[in-house]
């Protein structure tokens, strides 16, 4: 991913007016992001820490996690990158659709690290709880797409 400016980053969301876009919070630590491997940059909103954002170089969306407390034995898998966290690791992350059907109200979602690292752990740059990445025979290119091809289509059913 190239890297992405402040002003690149409040262009980019398809979810959110040009007024939500310029109240959103941008991450303090832009320019020491690992950008050659992101295909996403994503951040939480510390102050309303439901609140996360994912930006990828075509389209910015603004989540909402769902809340509820799951019990720390019990497993999540990120739809994205398809790593399983215990406990709270996996948020079930919902997007407002773009355009007539998010100003009517219409949603979409999907289970999403919470961390929203998942193109880290895709490529073993970042570590999730023992037993987080199961054993699989693709190659980690081949990793990368799948988790680029599961976020092109949550961000097109964004879009409608």
Same mark, same amino acid.
Request: aromatic share 6%; proline share 4%; glycine share 12%.
């Given at each position: 991913m190239k890297a992405l +400016?402040?002003?690149?980053? &409040?262009g980019s969301?398809i979810?959110a007016?040009? !007024?939500?876009?310029?109240?959103?919070?941008m991450p303090r630590?832009?320019a020491a992001? $690992?950008?050659?491997? %992101?295909?996403f #940059?994503?951040?939480?909103?510390l102050?309303? $820490?439901?609140r996360?954002? %994912?930006v +990828?170089?075509?389209? !910015? =969306?603004v #989540?909402?996690?769902?809340?509820g @407390? &799951?019990?720390?034995?019990r497993?999540?898998l990120?739809?994205l990158c #398809? +790593?399983?966290?215990?406990?709270s690791? =996996? /948020?079930?992350?919902t997007?407002?659709?773009a355009g007539? /059907?998010? &100003?009517? !109200?219409?949603s =979409?979602?999907?289970?999403v690290?919470?961390d *929203? /690292?998942?193109? *880290?752990?895709v490529?073993? #740059?970042k570590? $999730?709880a =023992?037993g !987080? &990445? %199961?054993d699989?025979?693709?190659?980690v290119?081949? @990793?990368?797409?799948? *988790?680029?091809g599961h976020?092109?289509?949550? %961000?097109e059913s964004?879009?409608g």
């Amino acid at each position: 991913m190239k890297a992405l +400016t402040e002003p690149d980053i &409040r262009g980019s969301f398809i979810n959110a007016s040009k !007024g939500e876009a310029s109240r959103i919070p941008m991450p303090r630590d832009l320019a020491a992001r $690992p950008w050659d491997d %992101l295909d996403f #940059l994503g951040w939480t909103d510390l102050s309303a $820490p439901d609140r996360s954002y %994912l930006v +990828t170089e075509d389209a !910015g =969306v603004v #989540l909402r996690a769902a809340t509820g @407390q &799951r019990g720390y034995l019990r497993r999540s898998l990120c739809s994205l990158c #398809l +790593t399983q966290h215990p406990g709270s690791g =996996v /948020a079930l992350m919902t997007a407002k659709k773009a355009g007539a /059907a998010g &100003r009517q !109200g219409n949603s =979409v979602g999907t289970y999403v690290c919470a961390d *929203l /690292a998942c193109s *880290l752990y895709v490529r073993g #740059l970042k570590k $999730p709880a =023992v037993g !987080g &990445r %199961l054993d699989e025979s693709l190659t980690v290119d081949e @990793q990368i797409a799948r *988790l680029r091809g599961h976020l092109d289509g949550f %961000l097109e059913s964004i879009r409608g």
